[in-house]
């Protein structure tokens, strides 16, 4: 009986064999062709122990079932290849008889084979489940995580500067308008709206490298000028930053921080080895923060920040409301010039000038009027600035020139040689052409060329570039005659004076009165010459250059007598007579002598 297994070892070797191919052909599973041989031989040793007992053991079937299915052979086709196989050929291989009682324990075995296998490949679908569920659980944990951190950084992107790393305008209004939001009173705050002057020049020379260093190095300083969580320092684009003041109590509060920044500034940069001064100009806008109120506060500093700008640079300059309507005013008049050309709004008044003499009447000035259809007639102060800022002083002049040459040239036949005196802008003497535009006037009109004046300011003379030499030369060959008008309160370049053909001077209004103190007397030394001394030298030295003297801003008898002392040929100004329509002028030349 000993030597019962060893007869038919070879049987179980075959039958290894088989249900190893049997299961390579049913299910796929990654291991070596060795290894699975020796995975089989084990179960088959033990399905032989198994049905060779006397009596079945009812778990060993369910262990070999499970066992089956933990080596990887857990597919309904390898269980069904396995009961066929062992049902055909085990008891064959263990050279057992096919008796009953070994039928019933091969049964048995069977049986229990098969419930090993389903209970050990349903704990397996279970577990693959689980794993299937904890790792779309991670997948999803990092997915997320990246979600955030995602977010994160393009929440960052979206809010800060990414060259300075400040907060950029989004997150300045954004914090700007929770002050809105934080409660039902109104908070206060201050904006401090800030640009490097000039600042182009410095990438022009040095380079953007350079530039965009020394633009991390101004964060960095204006980062330190407030220390106050509430606060907020940004960039909100190229080279111009905001300070958030917030919590304040009145305007200084922000005008602190401008102190502050323009300080923090002031010391000169170390760049790449060479040393950067710059300033900044900053507007300041501080107030009550209400609904739309935020945009507005901003937008305030920067208006403010453009006073600065115009007011020299290097300092700070607070919003003030009615500056600012006042601006508004002159833009809305400034944007109506074209469409008030076209429809012919512009006129003319004229001002009497009298020779200082014989108290006569000997030509006018004419001083342009807007007929506005909602402000009424409006001085040239109001406008004539904006048409020199925009461009439009050139048609302006134009159309302005054509009706005074017209209504002298009239005037001609009731005061023969009366004068008209026109101003002229520099903008205008700039124009390639002005004096051919001249001329065609004056031959449209008639009117003699020399009895046309143009009266051209002290800047005119201080900046006479070649162009402006041109135009007044060709204006002098037409025979027109040059006035420089309001003489003694800019800056007149003798040298330029006596180079230039002239015919005459018009003295600013403020040498016609008398001036105030300003100075006290300094002890010990006597003021030997008057006021009427420095106006005499002042029309001598006229004279000495061969031109005509005209005081303006006379308004009483005893400045017309002063004037004439002193040896002004001409006279103009409220004591002959105020700016005045045509037909009063026309009714002056038509009329008795005015004494």
């Not at 679908?125 to 569920?133: F, Y």
């Not at 005061?415 to 001249?438: I, K, S, T, W, Y």
């Not at 041109?470 to 040059?482: K, P, Y």
Request: aromatic fraction near 4%.
């Amino acid at each position: 009986m000993t030597d019962g297994p060893a007869r038919h070892r070879h049987g179980v070797e075959e039958f290894a064999a088989a249900w190893t191919a049997a299961l390579h052909r049913a299910h796929y599973v990654p291991i070596g062709a060795s290894e699975r041989r020796h995975i089989v031989a084990g179960l088959t040793d033990r399905l032989v122990a198994a049905v060779r007992a006397d009596r079945l053991d009812p778990d060993s079937g369910h262990r070999i079932g499970a066992d089956l299915v933990a080596a990887g052979f857990a597919s309904p086709e390898a269980l069904g290849r396995t009961i066929a196989i062992v049902n055909s050929r085990l008891l064959w291989a263990a050279g057992l008889p096919a008796d009953p009682a070994v039928s019933a324990r091969l049964t048995g075995l069977l049986a229990g084979l098969a419930a090993g296998f389903a209970s050990a490949a349903h704990d397996r679908s279970l577990r693959a489940q689980d794993t299937v569920r904890l790792a779309a659980l991670a997948a999803r944990t990092r997915a997320e995580e990246a979600l955030r951190v995602t977010e994160a950084r393009f929440r960052r992107f979206a809010s800060h500067d990414r060259l300075t790393g400040l907060p950029n305008l989004t997150l300045f209004t954004e914090r700007l308008g929770r002050l809105v939001a934080a409660g039902p009173q109104p908070g206060r705050a201050g904006v401090c709206c800030l640009d490097i002057d000039d600042f182009g020049s410095v990438n022009d020379v040095l380079g953007h490298q350079v530039g965009d260093r020394l633009l991390r190095e101004i964060a960095s300083r204006l980062g330190a000028v407030t220390d106050r969580p509430a606060d907020l320092v940004a960039r909100l684009d190229s080279d111009r930053f905001a300070i958030l003041v917030a919590d304040t109590t009145c305007a200084e509060d922000a005008i602190k921080i401008a102190d502050r920044a323009l300080a923090a500034l002031a010391e000169p940069f170390q760049v790449a080895g060479t040393e950067v001064p710059l300033t900044a100009s900053v507007g300041v806008a501080e107030g009550p923060v209400r609904d739309g109120g935020a945009a507005g506060l901003l937008r305030a500093s920067e208006i403010a920040l453009h006073w600065a700008k115009a007011d020299g640079k290097a300092t700070w300059r607070q919003f003030d409301g009615d500056r600012s309507a006042a601006d508004a005013a002159r833009y809305r008049l400034s944007a109506a010039l074209p469409g008030a050309l076209r429809r012919g709004e512009f006129t003319l008044a004229y001002q009497p000038v009298v020779d200082l003499g014989s108290g006569r009447m000997t030509g006018v000035e004419a001083l342009a009027r807007w007929r506005h259809p909602r402000h009424g007639l409006l001085g040239a102060a109001r406008f004539v600035e904006s048409a020199e800022r925009t461009g439009q002083i050139v048609a302006l002049g134009q159309h302005l020139l054509e009706q005074a040459c017209h209504q002298v040239s009239r005037w001609q036949r009731q005061r023969p040689g009366l004068f008209v005196n026109v101003n002229v802008a520099v903008r205008e003497l700039q124009q390639v052409g002005m004096a051919a535009a001249v001329a065609q006037v004056l031959d449209r009109t008639g009117l003699p060329p020399h009895l046309l004046q143009i009266e051209i300011t002290e800047q005119a003379v201080i900046r006479l570039t070649p162009a402006v030499t041109d135009t007044l030369s060709a204006l002098l060959e037409l025979g027109v005659r040059i006035l420089i008008d309001d003489f003694g309160v800019g800056y007149s370049n003798l040298a330029n004076l006596r180079a230039l053909p002239l015919h005459g001077l018009k003295l600013d209004a403020s040498l016609t009165h008398p001036p105030p103190p300003a100075f006290r007397p300094v002890p010990g030394r006597r003021r030997t010459t008057t006021d009427d001394d420095f106006l005499a030298t002042v029309v001598s030295l006229g004279h000495q250059l061969g031109l005509a003297v005209t005081a303006e801003g006379i308004e009483t008898a005893a400045q017309a007598d002063r004037m004439r002392t002193v040896g002004c040929d001409n006279g103009q100004g409220w004591h002959f007579g105020r700016p005045m329509p045509a037909e009063e002028i026309t009714r002056l030349l038509t009329g008795p002598p005015q004494h």
